[in-house]
């Protein structure tokens, strides 16, 4: 098993920057892709940003060039840089984790709330 604590979330301005983490413990290196998605109320689900045990990173086309995903395999940690934030990324924020063998797991989420 793995588990997963998010942090970092709150309250922002419209065009502000917030970070959040995620810190896995468990069965560590059992993990291979970890993820950022999120939720917006009334709504799906969604891919913010994946990023590969060697650095590799894709993104949503939602936030290229505002959201930053950065990984430390030596601390267990996963990071999400926002930057320039708009009230439409309001959203609770998962931490996501998928092992070798397709096991996934997920956070309890952080809220990110953006006024304008």
């Known amino acids: 098993q793995v588990q997963l604590v998010e942090s970092g979330g709150g309250l922002v301005q419209a065009g502000g920057s917030l970070r959040l983490s995620c810190l896995a413990s468990g069965k560590i290196f059992s993990i291979n892709d970890m993820a950022w998605y999120r939720q917006a109320p009334g709504k799906q689900r969604k891919l913010v940003a994946t990023i590969t045990r060697t650095g590799t990173s894709n993104y949503a086309d939602s936030v290229k060039g505002r959201f930053t995903i950065s990984r430390d395999n030596a601390k267990n940690t996963v990071d999400l840089q926002m930057n320039s934030l708009k009230p439409e990324d309001t959203a609770v924020y998962y931490c996501?984790?998928?092992?070798?063998?397709?096991?996934?797991?997920w956070g309890q989420g952080t809220q990110v709330t953006v006024s304008s």
């Open positions: 996501n984790a998928v092992g070798y063998i397709a096991d996934e797991y």
